[in-house]
Each structure stands twice: as C-alpha cells, then as structure tokens.
C-alpha cells in the first residue's frame, strides 16, 4: 500500500465516513474484511451514499488508471461523535454487477456482503485494506466534487462516500466547516470497482 503522504497527493480519492453497522465495533468490520482479502483477493465494502453510484466510482478510477494510478478509498471519522448513524439492517447481498444488467455470485471464500439491500445498494470493490498505523488527517478542503470541480466536498445525510478530485477549495463560500479530519483506514479500489447489489 503506497503511504498516507502519497495519497494524500493522489488527484483523485474516494473519501468515506467511517461509522458503525449493524451492533459491530469499527475493528471487527476492518477485521472481517481485511480477512476476505486475505482469503479471496479481495473483499466487497457496502455503501449507499448518493455521491458514490457505480459509474461516479468507476469514472473516477478509469480517469486515475488511465494516467497510471492507482485509486484509493479513505475511510475517515465523522465530523462529531454519533455524527454517521449506525447502519441497523444485516440483510446480505446475494450478487453484485458492475452496469445492472449482468450479475454474479460472490466468491465462496468471502464473508457476508451485509446492509440495507434494496435500491441504492452498492459497493466498493478492494484489494487492498489496511488501518491507518499512525494518527493521520486529511484535509477536506484540499478536495472538490469530482462530479462538479466548482463544488467543495459536502458531507451530508445520504452522502458519506463521495469521488473526490484534489483542487483547493479552502477560499469556496460553501465549504464545509469541519474539513480536518482523522484517517481510520484505507483501501485500494480494484476491479470492478463499485457494483450494484441484491
């Protein structure tokens, strides 16, 4: 995995709120995933954020390959404690697809891919998963909506996972106030990227 410093630099992120899911600690979900790389490759992160669709995330990552990067998933701690709300159902995905149209089982050595499934679902694709060895910050201000370069990061209800692309926003009216915030983990987003789920 490259270091924090470099991909602080990276041109292109995904930044996600970390928060908790369904009666599990922060550790046990990293540990449960960082064992599905370990076992399978690769493990399948759940997210239901507006700002992180399938083609948002696989845009972003064929923009960061096609300049021979590699894109990267930072999970970072809400802006105030109780700040992302637990997610409360265990459901468990079925399948995945990267367009909708074609779909897949999961692999058989992974563990349950588990949320609120139902339109929205969707997940991060990793290779790669490691928590942060040291206390890191990101700056959020350091970043813009990589669907409009014009807008500042927003996180807000719907919207924990965002594409992000590095430009300096820190003089934009409408950034967001709480913009240092601490690296819980990070994850190296591989092939097919984001999918849908069922």
């Not at 928060?19 to 979900?29: C, D, F, V």
């Not at 970072?76 to 897949?104: C, M, R, T, Y």
Request: aromatic share 8%.
């Amino acid at each position: 995995m490259a270091n924090l410093d470099e991909l602080l630099n990276s041109k292109y992120l995904v930044i996600s709120v970390m928060g908790p899911h369904a009666g599990e600690s922060e550790k046990e979900i990293f540990d449960r995933k960082i064992d599905d790389v370990k076992r399978a490759g690769k493990t399948f992160w759940l997210n239901r954020s507006q700002k992180g669709r399938p083609a948002m995330v696989q845009k972003l990552c064929d923009e960061a390959k096609s300049e021979g990067s590699d894109c990267f998933c930072i999970f970072i701690e809400p802006s105030s404690k109780g700040g992302a709300l637990p997610a409360e159902s265990q459901e468990s995905a079925k399948s995945f697809s990267k367009d909708g149209l074609n779909w897949h089982r999961f692999p058989s050595d992974i563990g349950p891919v588990t949320g609120k499934i139902g339109k929205g679902a969707q997940a991060l694709v990793f290779d790669q998963l490691e928590l942060a060895k040291s206390t890191s910050f990101i700056n959020l201000w350091d970043y813009a909506d990589f669907t409009n370069e014009n807008l500042p990061l927003k996180i807000i209800l719907g919207v924990s996972t965002l594409c992000a692309i590095k430009k300096d926003m820190r003089s934009h009216i409408d950034k967001m106030a709480s913009n240092s915030r601490r690296i819980i983990a990070v994850g190296r987003i591989c092939e097919p990227s984001c999918v849908y789920l069922r």
